[in-house]
């Protein structure tokens, strides 16, 4: 939703980096998404060859005002996470972040995703925070379902982007995360896979 017309969604300057041949960075700045701006910084280990990835990652932003122009509102916080994921094959991936969130309660999100050949990828989460259940409303918690379709997929050739979405049965307060553009395990996993995959090839040939 914008109030803006026009309305600048996101515009952000990413750094990324190797501090290690398994360990990775982001810094992103800029308006990270429609209701926030600010600074994120991320850092991944992910070896080529385990299921097994942690990460963690620290923002400080600040609410944007309703016009999503270049503007501010009053509100700003401190948040982060500690992350780890696990490649269950079958493209399903199981994933956990804990840490705090943008109303500024602690809790962990849990979440599953299965990523099918084609690029699609389908998931569910819920999660749980130290906020109330009569603040948090219908359910005591956060939860819903993600989806991503990649545009090679519907331009009919080659592309790294993809469209998103997140639904939500109820939306609240509690349990929000800012939509930081590019995290880094999404890429690392894809570029490890695709790199395996080259690697049994020409082990075949």
Avoid: C
């Avoid at 944007?64 to 501010?72: M, S, W």
């Avoid at 969130?101 to 979440?111: E, K, P, Q, S």
């Amino acid at each position: 939703y914008s109030e803006g017309d026009p309305a600048l969604e996101r515009l952000t300057a990413d750094y990324l980096f190797k501090l290690h041949p398994n360990v990775y960075g982001r810094i992103s700045a800029g308006y990270l998404e429609f209701m926030y701006g600010g600074v994120s910084s991320e850092i991944l280990w992910k070896p080529a060859n385990s299921k097994l990835a942690l990460g963690a990652e620290l923002n400080y932003v600040k609410q944007r005002e309703f016009e999503q122009r270049f503007g501010f509102r009053d509100y700003d916080v401190l948040t982060g996470h500690v992350s780890a994921y696990y490649d269950m094959d079958n493209g399903f991936t199981a994933q956990v972040d804990a840490g705090r969130y943008l109303a500024g309660d602690y809790g962990a999100t849990f979440g599953l995703n299965r990523t099918f050949n084609n690029g699609w990828v389908v998931g569910a989460f819920f999660t749980l925070t130290n906020v109330s259940a009569a603040d948090f409303g219908e359910g005591s918690f956060d939860k819903g379902f993600r989806f991503r379709i990649p545009l090679g997929w519907m331009l009919g050739k080659p592309s790294r982007r993809g469209y998103g979405l997140t639904i939500r049965p109820t939306q609240r307060d509690g349990g929000q995360r800012v939509a930081v553009p590019g995290r880094l395990y999404g890429s690392i996993r894809a570029a490890h896979r695709s790199s395996l995959q080259n690697q049994r090839a020409r082990f075949w040939e």
